[in-house]
């Protein structure tokens, strides 16, 4: 598999490997669907969650959010999310991955 390069979004630096894959699954997950033009199904349903009670089926919702919305990011193999609300009202999602390139697990904090 080829190295993968990118852009850092905040400063605009190049950024490869692991860096770039995590940036685009927190990409991934805080793009509402239908938002991005000629590409309408990117994105996941994360957004449209998070006004939802916290309650097992909810839980159920958002972890099935999380694993379709990956199947935009090939390099990586979905294996769990954990997530907890602050004080703040923030959330923060751990998503614990398989990077392929590697092989190894990695994990992406997600803060929304």
């Known amino acids: 598999m080829a190295d993968s390069r990118g852009l850092n979004r905040l400063t ?17 997950l805080t793009t509402p669907v239908g938002t991005r033009v000629l590409r309408r199904d990117y994105g996941s349903r994360v957004p449209d969650l998070l006004d939802h009670p916290a ?16 199947a935009w990011e090939p390099r990586v193999k979905f294996l769990s999310l954990d997530f907890s609300a602050g004080a703040d009202g923030h959330i923060t999602f751990v998503v614990e991955v398989i990077y ?8 992406v904090y997600v803060v929304v």
């Open 55 to 70: 309650n097992p089926d909810t839980i159920l919702d958002f972890t099935f959010a999380v694993a379709e919305a990956l």
């Open 100 to 107: 392929l390139r590697t092989g190894l697990t990695n994990y």
């Open 12 to 28: 605009g630096h190049v950024i490869s490997d692991w860096d770039d894959v995590s940036q685009s699954i927190k990409d991934i």
